[in-house]
């Protein structure tokens, strides 16, 4: 039999309010609660924490505090990605950003979520689904990531949009359904 954590991996419903996901998140919100208050001039030190608590922390990113997230480990910077400031990922499952991705200010990443049935979701069992963000892709400020989204390589998503489906690679994408706005032409 699988274990709830296990389940949460596999993309399979699963009861968050386990003991052990339970302190897997309060471990996560006491590091981060370090993490927001490292003072300023010490960057070497912010860098040292990100690399011991994330999955993957590559060459030159960077995360702007305050930041969130429920684990840590389910989160893969490739090298070069910066957070601005205020960002959330609830990383219930993998979220994969690619190389030079820009996420703007409080932009929020949602891996997880909870069943449409009104009864089921009174069971209290959610479900999560991986994000992957592609290589130089630009996330406007205040965008929300749904579970499961690929956003395509070069592709921008504008400021404030709701991403709830697959953007392609090289496209400008906005809005709330987030819909194709145009193609960008790459030189």
């Known amino acids: 039999m699988k274990t709830e954590k296990a ?3 596999a993309g399979k419903y699963y009861y968050p309010l386990n003991p052990e996901l ?5 471990r996560a919100k006491i590091m981060l609660q370090k993490f927001n208050t490292i003072p300023i001039e010490e960057e070497e030190k912010k860098i040292e924490f990100m690399k011991d608590f994330l999955g993957n922390f590559g060459k030159n ?3 702007e505090p305050p930041f969130q997230c429920d684990y840590g480990y389910n989160i893969y910077l490739d090298d070069y990605v910066y957070f601005n400031v205020n960002c959330v990922v609830l990383d219930a499952n993998r979220v994969n950003i690619g190389n030079h991705v820009m996420i703007g200010p409080a932009v929020q990443i949602y891996s997880v979520t909870h069943p449409i049935d ?4 009174l069971s209290g069992i959610e479900i999560s ?3 992957n963000i592609r290589e130089n892709a630009w996330i406007g400020g205040g965008s929300i990531i749904l579970p499961g989204v690929i956003i395509g390589k070069n592709s921008i998503i504008g400021a404030g949009s709701v991403v709830t489906k697959e953007i392609p690679d090289n496209v400008l994408a906005a ?3 987030c819909k194709i706005i145009k193609k960008i032409q790459l030189k």
Do not use: Q
């Open 7 to 9: 389940k949460m991996l």
């Open 175 to 177: 809005g709330n359904p």
């Open 118 to 121: 009104p009864i089921e979701r």
């Open 129 to 131: 689904l991986p994000i």
């Open 22 to 26: 339970m302190d897997e998140r309060k």
């Open 61 to 63: 990113c960077w995360i």
